[in-house]
């Protein structure tokens, strides 16, 4: 999560929320940690052909 907050710029919180809603749109996946935490998160294949242009 303090990667995250140093990329985006947000406190804690804030960071969850958008991970929440990125993990919601099946961008990113959580790896690592159980149901409440998660530790790692990875950017689907769906994420992945956004960032390129390929809807």
């Known amino acids: 999560m303090k990667e995250v907050s140093v990329w985006l710029q947000l406190k ?3 960071c969850g929320k958008v991970l929440r809603k990125l993990e ?3 961008l990113v996946l959580p790896i690592g940690g159980g149901l ?3 530790h790692k998160f990875m950017f689907t294949e769906k994420a992945v052909a956004l960032l390129h242009g390929k809807n």
């Open 24 to 26: 919601s749109k099946g």
């Open 36 to 38: 409440a935490r998660s």
């Open 12 to 14: 804690r919180d804030a």
